[in-house]
């Protein structure tokens, strides 16, 4: 593995990290960071050699979790910026871990929901007036499911093609 695989490889957590501090800090992920994602996989996918077979299982897994994600959010269950973050990490991480991560990412999501609701049943100490925290504590904000959905990418990240294939496995 040269250093420029490592790089790519390591591209992806650090968009997924990116993306979870920005939905907790301002309860938006913005769509350049899944435009980005997105960019991001063509030169992993090629520095890695997937084949065309792989490529468009990529796609395919990217497109089912888009249509569904938009009828998540078309139901006020989740936002914009999910669905498109959602889809753009299926493009990466592929067919075989689909499920796994719909699976895990809801776990993830069930855990922070009900984090979030403990919260928000006690008062905030005086000192802890950040913005982002007082919206965070509001019982009228949403959950920042970005949070959710990144921890579950990194949590399947290593058994998907592009990580098998970086490390040669």
Not at 88 to 116: H, K, P, R
Request: glycine share 10%; hydrophobic share 60%.
């Amino acid at each position: 593995m040269t250093v420029t695989d490592l790089a790519l490889l390591l591209l992806f957590p650090c968009m997924m990290a990116y993306a979870a501090c920005s939905d907790l800090l301002s309860m938006r992920i913005s769509n350049k960071v899944s435009l980005l994602v997105i960019a991001a996989f063509v030169p992993m996918a090629i520095a890695m050699g997937l084949g065309w077979q792989d490529w468009l299982m990529h796609v395919a897994a990217g497109g089912l979790t888009l249509v569904i994600a938009f009828g998540l959010f078309a139901a006020g269950w989740i936002g914009g910026g999910d669905a498109k973050l959602a889809a753009a990490t299926a493009l990466w991480l592929g067919w075989g871990t689909l499920l796994e991560y719909a699976v895990v990412s809801s776990v993830f999501g069930g855990v922070l929901t009900l984090a979030l609701l403990q919260l928000r049943a006690v008062p905030l100490p005086g000192f802890a007036n950040w913005p982002w925290l007082m919206r965070l504590h509001h019982h009228k904000t949403g959950i920042p499911y970005g949070i959710a959905l990144a921890a579950g990418a990194l949590a399947v990240y290593p058994h998907s093609t592009i990580w098998n294939a970086a490390i040669g496995a």
